[in-house]
């Protein structure tokens, strides 16, 4: 079993930054990746960044050179940085941790681009 804590969410206008940080806890050492998704209202999850245990790490275009996913040593940590954010980028946020024949979610976190 694995739990995920979201926090870092808000509102925040065009061209600011943001970091959003996951906190993972239970059977930590089973977890291959972490990353990031974002769902905006009538539209499809979709992913927004990964990084796995080895360190690989994969960044939607639509958010590349701007966005930057990193962990801490214990890989029970992981931090999305969000610059230079754009209205698009409003959507709630979710992290997820693939363990193993299971997927675990946080709860997400809402961000809010705008004027």
């Known amino acids: 079993q694995v739990q995920l804590v979201e926090s870092g969410g808000g509102l925040v206008q065009p061209g600011g930054s943001l970091r959003l940080s996951c906190a993972a806890s239970g059977s930590i050492f089973e977890i291959y990746a972490m990353g990031w998704y974002r769902q905006a209202p009538g539209k499809q999850r979709e992913l927004v960044a990964v990084?796995?245990?080895?360190?690989?790490?994969n960044y939607a275009d639509s958010v590349k050179g701007r966005f930057t996913i990193s962990r801490d040593n214990g890989k029970n940590t992981v931090s999305l940085q969000m610059n230079s954010l754009k209205p698009e980028d409003t959507a709630v946020y979710y992290c997820?941790?693939?363990?193993?024949?299971?997927?675990?979610w946080g709860q997400g976190t809402q961000v809010t681009v705008s004027p």
């Open positions: 997820n941790a693939d363990v193993i024949s299971a997927d675990y």
């Open positions: 990084i796995t245990s080895i360190g690989s790490i």
